[in-house]
């Protein structure tokens, strides 16, 4: 007997697989319908080795999710390539501004005070000029008043005498002129020192006005990679979270177990 049933084992063991108990012994009508039965069983289909229908889908969302993430990248590397482009045009448009105005107030400045000088200068000399001609004749003057008197020529020398106290006068009003024209360049000396720290401040405002914009760089480039992080951990939060159909180990051994019994119950139905 046991050496029958080791004769037999391969057989019995293809007909359990199979699945085949009653049909493949043979039956009632001998081996001919064991034969019939063994072909109908070979003729019966096979339960597919395919994968679930369910993994395309999934593996459809992970490539549109995986496209969509790297759409966003680009969109967010082009948005932050042209923030750094318009940051370093109005950076360089700012310092080529400041640049022509400074050198435009600095000519501005340097021209009006050449020009004041030189005017204030010449006033200086012609005033000078004048008050040493005045001087001189105020001598004349005085040495004809004296030989006047030494001739005993009182009218004469009364006129002289009215002659030099008007260009006394002329003088005492030129030597005014000239403290005014003194606290006039007094004046413009202040006012220039005024523009060049004026000019100071103005620089240093740009100064500030250059590190808030570098600041506002670095802030924007530091949101931009947070945001960006942000996205990529949501992302990949996503993706590892619990997906529909490759949640956990029981479940697949249940779908396992379904698609078997499904299997069966379809081989069952064809017998």
Known sequence: MTRVFAEFRPAFTSILLAGRFDLAIGGPNGPANGREASASATRLPRPSARPPLLLHPLLHALLLEHLLLTLLLHNLLLALLLQHLLLTLLLLDALLLQHLL?????????LLKHLLLTLLLLGALLLQHLLLTLLLLQLL??????????LLELELALLLLLGALLLQLLLAKLLLLQLLLS????????????????LLTLLLLQL??????LLLLQLTRRLARTDAGLRYRRASGRRAGPTPGLTSGKTRKRRIRTTANAGLARLGRAA
Do not use: E, I, V
Not at 208 to 213: I, T
């Open 208 to 213: 500030a006005l250059l590190l808030l914009l």
């Open 102 to 110: 400074l050198t435009l107030l600095l000519l501005d400045a340097l």
């Open 141 to 150: 003057l005085a040495l004809l008043l004296l030989a006047l008197l030494l």
């Open 183 to 198: 606290l006039l360049l007094l004046l413009l000396q202040l006012l220039l020192a005024l523009l060049l720290q004026l």
